[in-house]
């Protein structure tokens, strides 16, 4: 890398088969945990494989977002700081590659960050970037997660049939670097789950197993997804149940669904279940997932 750069070194840049970025970060752009969670289940779940890391140093306050002293199991204490890492997950059969990329929003520096992660994407030749969100909003709990996606330059949203963002406000890093990659030419989309406001403490693996499926549909890749369906029924269990011992809580419940039901298109159309069965071919696969 040049310049300023302070990315940690490596040899040499990969060669890579039709990149695609995919990122999210932990912090305001993060309700829920959602949006780092759907990352961290792609970064499992492709046996993704680490590239580089960016220097915490220059990003983020100890005092903010502390290091982590974890013990393992022939008791050796190791020490994880705060930083930004990337991986590199490869899908033959989706003749693709996958760049991801796990961090926390920076406390400082965010041009500096930003220039650097998009340096990155232009070295990689990366043409396509999707950032991962999260908000809290007045979705019930029990019904499908909605997911809002947007392109951050009109010709990327022609090509995939999504608006421009016409969003005005403030923003996280995020935004930053959707705003970065128009500048460069380089085409961009926000995916944004939404959390349930009265549930909004981590984990939301509901949202997130809604992120990870808007990335199997955009990317026309399989993700196995047994493990995080199974945590998402079960988050919506624990909820069923609190919310059947508080009866403020089950009346309001009851009118988000209503609300819903009153405004949402059938679930069950032909479109719909045609795209769910293409979705179970593409990650039928022999192994435990």
């Given at each position: ?102 961090g926390i929003e920076p406390n ?33 709990h029990s019904r499908p997660v ?144």
């Amino acid at each position: 890398m040049g310049g300023a750069s302070t990315m940690i070194e490596f040899e040499s840049l990969p060669e890579l088969l039709e990149p695609v970025l995919v990122c999210a970060f932990e912090g305001w752009n993060d309700a829920g945990e959602a949006a780092s969670g759907a990352l961290t289940h792609l970064i499992h779940a492709w046996a993704a494989q680490p590239l580089a890391e960016m220097d915490s140093e220059s990003y983020y306050d100890y005092q903010v977002n502390r290091p982590i002293i974890e013990v393992d199991s022939s008791g050796i204490r190791n020490l994880t700081w705060p930083a930004t890492r990337i991986f590199i997950a490869r899908l033959p059969l989706a003749n693709r590659d996958i760049v991801l990329v796990q961090g926390i929003e920076p406390n400082m520096r965010w041009r500096q960050f930003t220039a650097e992660l998009v340096e990155l994407v232009s070295e990689l030749d990366v043409k396509l970037v999707i950032t991962l969100g999260a908000l809290l909003s007045d979705s019930p709990h029990s019904r499908p997660v909605p997911v809002t996606s947007t392109a951050g330059d009109a010709g990327t949203g022609r090509t995939f049939g999504f608006e421009a963002s016409h969003y005005e406000g403030p923003t996280g890093i995020n935004g930053v670097i959707s705003h970065a990659c128009a500048q460069r030419g380089i085409g961009s989309i926000s995916l944004w789950a939404a959390v349930p406001h009265y549930v909004a403490q981590a984990p939301s693996p509901k949202a997130a197993l809604a992120l990870v499926r808007e990335i199997e549909e955009l990317l026309d890749v399989a993700v196995p997804l047994r493990e995080l369906i199974e945590e998402a029924r079960a988050w919506e269990d624990g909820v069923d149940e609190l919310a059947a011992d508080d009866e403020e809580v089950a009346d309001y419940v009851r009118q988000l669904e209503e609300t819903r039901d009153a405004t949402d298109l059938p679930e069950a159309s032909g479109e719909a279940i045609a795209r769910e069965f293409e979705r179970y071919l593409r990650r039928r696969d022999p192994g435990p997932n």
